[in-house]
């Protein structure tokens, strides 16, 4: 478990919790926190966070449990019904949706209960939302840009795409090597029809081959931006990639 404090770098008192089973957790000036959690965090106990008491808790959920709708389309009774047509779902599971106003769309998706009741026994006050709705809401607004948005967490790699300024398609891949992520994004690129030259892609996140990713795609692409602009330490610099796609 490493703890990395980043107030020099935010200007507020951050922590970033990281642990082995892809958990990430952000606490923000005493008082409220957000947690990644992903489809394989176990307990919260892997964070050690059960000592920490917030006012408010915001949880980011990734997994792979989760379908897109235009919002003028969704009847939100039926949305277990429309999540099944994707994924498996557990009888336990628990369907929620999020609708993200300005690309109109509504994001349906999976949470397992067990995971829900835990966290709320620890903090009453949580309040769910899925990591993908963010990504959708930071890529809105590109105005005629061809962007292919990408963030990993560990072997996991989303890929978001917009095209002219609109919003194509997300997607979340498992990858178990740098040349798996550089596949995903030049098949991204080849479902635009369009030059590379013409595209741009935005990426960042928790990867251990994050480095040696990048360096392979200025072999591919020319226009290729991290998140956020600073050069720290690769977990610092990870750290600020989630926080500009949260805040």
């Keep these: 478990m490493d703890l990395i404090k980043l107030k020099t770098f935010l200007h507020k008192d951050l922590h970033f919790v990281y642990s082995q089973s892809n958990c990430y957790a952000?606490?923000?000036?005493?008082?409220?926190?957000?947690?990644?959690?992903?489809?394989?965090?176990k307990t919260l106990e892997d964070l050690e966070v059960?000592?920490?008491?917030?006012e408010n808790v915001a949880v980011y959920v990734i997994n792979k449990q989760f379908t897109l709708l235009p919002t003028a389309l969704l009847k939100e009774e039926h949305a277990?019904?429309?999540?099944?047509?994707?994924?498996?779902?557990?009888?336990?599971?628990?369907?929620?949706?999020?609708k993200e106003e300005l690309s109109k769309i509504a994001l349906i998706w999976a949470?397992?209960?067990?995971?829900?009741?835990?966290?709320?026994?620890?903090?009453?006050?949580?309040?769910?939302?899925?990591?993908?709705?963010?990504?959708?809401?930071r890529s809105n607004g590109l105005k005629?840009?061809?962007?292919?948005?990408?963030f990993f967490v560990a072997d996991l790699l989303i890929v978001l795409v917009s095209k002219?300024?609109?919003?194509?398609?997300?997607?979340?891949?498992?990858?178990?090597s740098i040349e798996d992520a550089l596949y995903y994004h030049l098949l991204t690129l080849q479902s635009l029809e369009l030059e590379e030259?013409?595209?741009s892609v935005h990426t960042g996140g928790f990867y251990s081959g994050?480095?040696?990713?990048?360096?392979?795609?200025?072999?591919?692409?020319?226009?290729?931006?991290?998140?956020?602009?600073?050069?720290?330490?690769?977990?610092?610099?990870?750290f600020l990639d989630l926080a500009s796609i949260i805040n």
């Excluded at 277990?80 to 999020?98: C, F, G, H, S």
């Excluded at 609109?166 to 990858?175: A, K, S």
């Excluded at 990048?214 to 956020?228: A, I, P, Q």
Aim: overall charge negative.
């Design 164 to 176: 002219n300024g609109e919003f194509q398609f997300v997607n979340i891949f498992e990858i178990e």
């Design 144 to 150: 005629g840009e061809n962007r292919i948005t990408t």
């Design 210 to 238: 994050m480095s040696d990713f990048l360096v392979k795609m200025e072999s591919y692409f020319s226009n290729v931006n991290r998140f956020t602009a600073e050069v720290y330490k690769e977990e610092e610099q990870a």
């Design 80 to 98: 277990r019904e429309y999540l099944k047509y994707t994924t498996n779902l557990a009888i336990n599971d628990l369907v929620l949706t999020d």
């Design 50 to 54: 059960a000592s920490l008491l917030f």
């Design 111 to 137: 949470l397992k209960k067990e995971d829900k009741d835990e966290i709320i026994t620890k903090h009453k006050q949580a309040v769910f939302h899925n990591f993908i709705k963010s990504l959708i809401s």
């Design 26 to 41: 952000i606490v923000t000036d005493n008082v409220s926190k957000e947690i990644l959690w992903t489809e394989k965090a």
């Design 197 to 199: 030259s013409e595209v």
